[in-house]
């Protein structure tokens, strides 16, 4: 077991914070100066844990992660700078798994599905693309980081939460969500010791297109 | 050519009305009260017109189409009945190929793409899906149809259009899209003579990205 996942599980264990491995989510100008930042965090609960996959969809809906990276990151002809996209995988063989990808250092990825099986398989396998970097932090060590490090937002999607149009969201935010099942419950409560729960309404939509309302909604807000 | 195709090639050239072929967009209850429908209309510049591909993003880009058709019709483990997608495919062999995919009776699907590179594989190679029928109506004619028969608001989406937050739409919409390419000037100066412009604001999104931010705007308004 790597060192970085000992500590973690004995942070979990014990709830005392050992060292902060450095895998932080918050982007930095050169000179010091934080930027605002948009992050999504997407709990695949199936989602496979190597390379050992013929399809997306087969390695436990990795297709849904795929959706939510593109979602996520993906403008017309451009990559959003601003915005990180995260998934822990939580299938077989090595669970958790956190790949972290960031809008402002991707590079060589289109939208289409082929490409991004082919980047999966080459960083579930352990090899490096630019941008994207795997570690084991759990969600809970991860929003534990968060809310204890900065001032931002940290929004659970749920349909029984508070309707987004109400909520005066943060500029830096973080919005988590379950994939097609959902987050599981135990995660759920402890996210929310964090996190407020908010809603896109009455309409259950898919992870992906929760996603892409939310960069709308963000958008709308910061391109007046 | 099939008969169809002569009587639109002739209505086009001649602006004539000679019949129309029953191949209509608006869904009827068995009491013959209209429903209220949103449409979504996608050109595709170069998408495949028959069977002849090894993967969608190689079929002038049938993996937008796929995109498009998901984003319009599905919610969380749902379809949306009350959506029709539609696309124009105007890439080789045989061009215009209009594919009508609606919500209502739509069958054996998935979200996942090879899920859809089968279906579409199979309805341009003759056969038949439920819920997907194929024929050769154009952009134009559908257009023309839509508008002379109904109350539908037909909208272009443009980035330089009326922005959509200002504009009071209709239950019955029919919004036309281009792919990445965007549509071509022609098409476009066509379609206005119908529709409006709109735009979601400053930011470029994807084609299927725009389709689900529509869904979610008129669903604010039907689902309070």
């Known amino acids: 077991m790597l060192l970085g996942c000992v500590v973690q599980e004995y942070e979990v264990k014990?709830?005392?914070?050992?060292?902060?491995?450095?895998?932080?989510?918050?982007?930095?100008?050169?000179?010091?100066?934080?930027?605002v930042m948009r992050e999504f965090?997407?709990?695949s609960r199936l989602g496979r844990t190597?390379?050992?996959?013929?399809?997306?969809?087969?390695?436990?809906?990795?297709?849904i992660v795929y959706e939510c990276a593109v979602a996520s990151l993906f403008l017309s002809h451009a990559i959003r700078k601003d915005v990180v996209f995260h998934t822990m995988l939580s299938g077989p063989p090595v669970p958790p798994l956190h790949l972290r990808i960031e809008g402002a250092t991707l590079h060589d990825v289109r939208t289409d599905?082929?490409?991004?099986?082919?980047?999966?398989?080459?960083?579930?396998?352990?090899?490096?693309?630019?941008?994207?970097?795997?570690d084991c932090t759990s969600l809970e060590i991860m929003l534990k980081t968060v809310a204890e490090a900065s001032r931002t937002g940290i929004y659970v999607l749920e349909e029984k939460g508070r309707n987004v149009s109400e909520v005066e969201m943060s500029e830096n935010t973080v919005f988590v969500l379950?994939?097609?099942?959902g987050l599981p419950k135990?995660?759920?409560?402890?996210?929310?010791?964090?996190?407020?729960?908010?809603?896109l309404g009455k309409r259950p939509y898919l992870a992906a297109s929760c996603i892409t309302i939310l960069n709308y909604l963000m958008d709308r807000k910061a391109y007046r």
């Not at 050992?18 to 100008?29: E, M």
């Not at 960083?123 to 693309?129: D, K, P, R």
């Not at 379950?178 to 099942?181: A, T």
């Not at 135990?186 to 809603?199: D, G």
Request: glycine share 10%; no cysteine; net charge neutral.
């Open 113 to 134: 599905q082929q490409t991004w099986e082919r980047i999966l398989k080459k960083v579930l396998g352990g090899q490096t693309h630019q941008g994207i970097t795997s």
């Open 41 to 43: 965090v997407l709990y």
């Open 178 to 181: 379950g994939d097609h099942i």
């Open 14 to 35: 014990h709830n005392v914070p050992v060292v902060w491995l450095g895998l932080g989510f918050r982007s930095q100008q050169n000179d010091g100066v934080q930027l």
């Open 186 to 199: 135990t995660v759920e409560n402890f996210a929310l010791r964090y996190a407020e729960k908010i809603s």
């Open 50 to 63: 190597d390379a050992n996959f013929r399809s997306l969809h087969d390695a436990g809906r990795l297709d």
